[in-house]
């Protein structure tokens, strides 16, 4: 069996014993196991269990090999944070003070051991410099045990220091069991009058250095999506699901212009020309793949075998706003809903159009087109009384002429494109009717150019009112100044509540054959159960992949809150429409619970409180182009000032 000592009687001392002894207690042990045995001649306690040693053998770590192992350094983070929580509860220490700067610090000699201790620590988001040599390699006169001196060889020693915000990520997620190193900690951090330096999460390449040739993967991991690389949490893009050397060929369609007046002077949406763009633009992007000038031959090759594109949309909330649809009702719903079955529709005939003069893709004949099959969930899943499309005529004509490109729609990040354009993001609401811009001359408000001109005609447009809009975040929700109907109509992202940002993707998704890049803005006080409910809704709905953001998460708001005095007057719920669907479609007892529970209005037991200090925004919350902060829209970061993009595809 393993033997573990311990040796002192303070109260830290005590504490680790104590959770040792809990978790031992838990493993499968004899029925004469005494636990800690206390050894009075040595001050030493130690406990022995065959368990523990079955466990480090499984581990890799065996007599005369007490290190980190690969297996270690495989297992989930609950075990990173059990095992360095006893690494440091042994060998670790706290130093420093508020002048001279506090820091949590971890000796060894083995190099090696202090490196993987640095890796598994960044998988849980702490950072940790390493410095070597801080104590020399040398031969010394030291005390041998039998009363006399001897003379010893010691290895040189090695530190690993975490400080900054680090530290109190420590201190949160992973801490000390020793309860004096604790205390000694939280007091330590509970004197600080200022924020803790930000991490940047930034390394500098020193040099590159060729190495030979080894083969390189693509790793997959169905469910999650990401993987853990070195310490870096990767992930692949989200709305358009690639075949290795596969590529991105978008386009987007400005719904907002699409639209004509009617006798009454109001907009009707212009159906006509909405199938004319459709087929137009489902042309132009089988067009690009044969244009396109590839890197390298497999993607040539992939991108021709399949001719996947990704037709798409922007404009959607202008689009609505010009309709007078709310975009969270049941119309807004079923309206948008049309809307995405004429994109898939449209430019799946299309395609069908161009296999018959052009041909059908090379791997037309490998995939389910020719059993009558298509990648179209609303055909499926939705009664086809309620289509506005004949779907069955279009399967016929696929498999008597075949289809041009394995897949035609997306809708993917329109951030740069939507700027260009002027109008609002894919199918996001708008995320601020009104926000402001200071400059040395003065307050400057933008404003939505639809809300304006309805501002405008209705007599409400003034300063003060946009200065009232801004402060609450960029919505009229709540203001006594501005008629329901508008309020009703020109919702934001922040009126919006979360589960209906999932309702709006999902009737999109339905008829979308590739994914989408969706925005589901959560506010502040969300709890983790919440968003649970949001992954086990979004599971429900069938959508294929959901970007969650929690309103402050980033430490720069979702807005573009400039002002001092923005505050939200409004709380939201969830849509009727919502809770039907929910109430009918949701079977299983489990999900429906957790949702309903997640979609009650929580009031806070106290007032939440904000903290004086303003936060130093992040160098990478930073436009690189003019500086200004950035805001988080669709999946994208965007600079609101200059128009810069976070998302290069558009």
């Known amino acids: 069996s393993v033997v573990l000592s311990s040796w002192g009687e303070s109260t830290g001392n005590k504490s680790v014993r104590g959770l040792v002894l809990q978790y031992a207690q838990q493993m499968p042990h004899r029925a004469d196991f005494n636990g800690w045995v206390s050894i009075e001649e040595r001050n030493e306690y130690r406990l022995s269990l065959a368990s523990i040693r079955e466990l480090a053998t499984s581990l890799g770590m065996i007599h005369q090999n007490k290190t980190i192992t690969e297996e270690i350094e495989k297992t989930s983070s609950a075990f ?10 042994a060998d670790g220490s706290v130093q420093g003070s508020q002048c001279k700067g506090v820091s949590v610090r ?25 410095y070597t040599n801080r104590r020399k390699e040398q031969e010394k006169l030291m005390p041998d045990g039998k009363g006399g001196v001897k003379l010893y060889h010691i290895k040189p020693q090695h530190e690993l220091v975490i400080s900054g915000e680090n530290i109190l990520r ?25 924020n803790l330096n ?21 790793v997959q991991v169905p469910g999650v999506n ?34 004509k007046r009617k006798a009454d002077g109001q907009f009707e949406f212009d159906w006509q020309r909405y ?49 007078r649809i709310p975009y969270n009702s049941k119309e807004g719903y079923e309206f948008q809903s049309k809307l995405a079955e004429a994109l898939t529709y449209y430019s799946m005939e299309e395609s069908v159009a161009l296999a018959r003069s052009r041909g059908e893709f090379d791997l037309c004949s490998k995939t389910e087109y020719p059993d009558a099959k298509i990648p179209v969930a609303g055909y499926y899943e939705k009664p086809k009384g309620v289509h506005y499309y004949d779907w069955d005529a279009l399967i016929t004509k696929i498999q008597k002429h075949g289809i041009r ?60 009112i946009l200065a009232k809009i801004a402060d609450n975040y960029g919505s009229v929700k709540g203001l006594a100044e501005i008629p329901e109907w508008i309020q009703n109509i020109f919702v934001t992202a922040m009126d919006i509540h979360w589960s209906d940002h999932l309702m709006a993707q999902a009737v999109w998704q339905e008829w979308i054959g590739n994914a989408i890049a969706k925005t589901i803005n959560m506010p502040n006080d969300v709890s983790a159960e919440d968003v649970k409910a949001a992954y086990l809704l979004a599971h429900e709905l069938g959508l294929k992949g959901i970007t969650v953001y929690r309103d402050g998460s980033r430490h720069t708001q979702v807005l573009h809150m400039t002002s001092e005095n923005a505050e939200k007057t409004f709380d939201v719920s969830p849509s009727a429409h919502l809770r039907e669907y929910i109430t009918k479609s949701i079977k299983n007892q489990y999900i ?54 976070g998302c290069t595809s558009g």
């Open 275 to 323: 199938e004319e763009t459709i087929r137009k633009t489902t042309r132009f992007l089988d067009d690009v793949i044969d244009m396109n000038n590839y890197p390298v031959p497999e993607i040539d090759k992939a991108s021709k075998e399949s001719r996947r594109i990704g037709l798409g949309v922007m404009g959607v909330a202008d689009l609505l706003y010009k309709l």
């Open 405 to 464: 490109n394995v897949l035609t729609t997306t809708v993917a990040p329109t951030g740069t494109l939507s700027m260009i354009a002027d109008c609002t993001n894919g199918m996001e609401p708008t995320f601020a009717l009104v926000f402001e811009k200071r400059v040395t001359v003065g307050r400057f408000f933008y404003t939505n150019k639809i809300f304006e001109q309805v501002l405008r005609e209705n007599r409400l447009y003034s300063d003060e």
């Open 170 to 194: 420590f201190h949160n997620v992973i801490g000390f069991a020793d309860f004096d190193k604790m205390k000694h900690l939280g007091m330590l951090l509970g004197d600080y009058k200022k």
């Open 106 to 130: 971890l000796s060894q000699s083995d190099l090696k051991v202090l490196k993987a201790a640095q890796r598994m620590l960044l998988r849980l988001g702490i950072m940790a410099k390493i």
């Open 198 to 218: 930000k991490e940047k999460f930034v390394a500098t390449v020193a040099d590159l250095v060729e190495d030979n040739t080894e083969e390189v993967y693509d």
């Open 592 to 645: 429906r619970n957790q949702v309903n529970n997640a979609l009650e209005l929580k009031i806070p037991d106290e007032p939440m409180m904000e903290s004086p200090i303003k936060e130093e925004v992040r160098e990478e919350m930073l436009c690189p182009t003019c500086k200004n902060n950035l805001v988080f829209v669709e999946g994208c970061s965007l600079c609101i000032e200059c128009g810069f993009s």
């Open 80 to 89: 990173h944070k059990g095992f360095l929580r006893g690494f440091f509860d």
């Open 226 to 259: 990401a993987f853990d690389a070195n310490g870096i949490v990767a992930h692949n893009c989200g709305e358009q699901s690639l075949y290795p050397y596969e590529s991105c060929n978008l386009g987007s369609i400005n719904l907002a212009n699409l639209v």
